[in-house]
């Protein structure tokens, strides 16, 4: 096997329509140097029916044991990864046709950054057939300051396309309930440049009419395991400038916590 250009890494976990959406998206894609990692945290018969008829002979179908999560899955497909560059794709999200060709020449033109682009993002409702689609949005992070990323996420899991190297020794928290992909992309900036580049081609789907399986049974909990992967980030990423500091503090009273800020 020669090496791909790009690895795809996706997680999933028992979607097996979703999952043959988002393979499908890849295999439309116009550009075809890449190898997909698809690792699943749990299995069924259709999920492996869906990765029979979608995955090439140079991708790898792997069931991971140990605890469920995305991050996990993540971390396994790192450590296999073979092309010169990584990207992120969850089993419910897709790319573009033209994505990826559009990356490969840019990843050319600028081969020692870590590149992001824009993203669309559809709402539908899968309790219906088909998943109708309810509404559409293209959002641009063009123009936003790259430092802001240490108060909020402005990058999507999926716009980000990595240089292999600068993720040897990088690992996903798995004991985060939300927000290891954010995490993650700091662990990174920390050590190398980011560029963004105006290209749309992630698409990222939302259910909000069937929201499905929670991480927390009621709304305060959840709010209260976010407030707390907040605060372990910020802890861990400290603010460079005082200014940053104040809108980390900002962020987190209009959700109804004021810390100090010396926390952040």
């Given amino acids: 096997m020669k090496t791909p250009y790009f690895t795809i890494i996706m997680p999933t976990h028992r979607r097996a329509a979703l999952l043959r959406r988002s393979l499908g998206s890849l295999r439309s894609n ?3 140097d890449f190898q997909i990692i698809l690792v699943a945290d749990e299995t069924d018969a259709a999920t492996m029916q869906v990765a029979a008829e979608l995955l090439g002979d140079d991708d790898l179908f792997i069931k991971r044991s140990g605890p469920k999560g995305p991050a996990g899955s993540r971390n396994l497909g790192m450590d296999l990864a073979q092309g010169q560059r990584i990207i992120f794709l969850d089993d419910d999200d897709a790319f573009l046709p033209h994505y990826l060709g559009q990356m490969h ?9 870590i590149l992001y682009g824009d993203f669309r993002v559809i709402e539908e409702d899968r309790e219906q057939p088909q998943a109708p689609a309810l509404s559409v949005q293209d959002y641009s992070v063009e123009g936003m300051n790259p430092e802001t990323i240490y108060v909020k996420n402005f990058i999507h899991n999926h716009t980000a396309v990595f240089p292999r190297h600068m993720l040897q020794g990088k690992r ?3 004991y985060l309930s939300s927000l290891e ?7 990174v900036k920390h050590e190398f440049p980011v560029r963004h580049c105006p290209v749309l081609g992630a698409v990222i789907y939302k259910d909000r009419v069937n929201p499905g399986n929670r991480r927390s049974t009621t709304q305060q909990a959840k709010d209260a395991t976010v407030i707390s992967d907040y605060l372990s980030i910020y802890k861990k990423w400290r603010a460079p400038t005082e200014a940053l500091k ?5 962020l987190l009273t209009s959700v109804g916590f004021t810390p100090p800020l010396e926390w952040l």
């Avoid at 992909?181 to 662990?187: A, H």
């Avoid at 104040?246 to 900002?250: A, D, H, I, P």
């Fill in 30 to 32: 116009d550009f075809k």
């Fill in 172 to 174: 996903q928290d798995v």
């Fill in 181 to 187: 992909d954010w995490d993650f992309l700091l662990s």
């Fill in 246 to 250: 104040l809108e980390r503090q900002k």
């Fill in 105 to 113: 020449t840019l990843c050319e033109r600028h081969p020692h950054e």
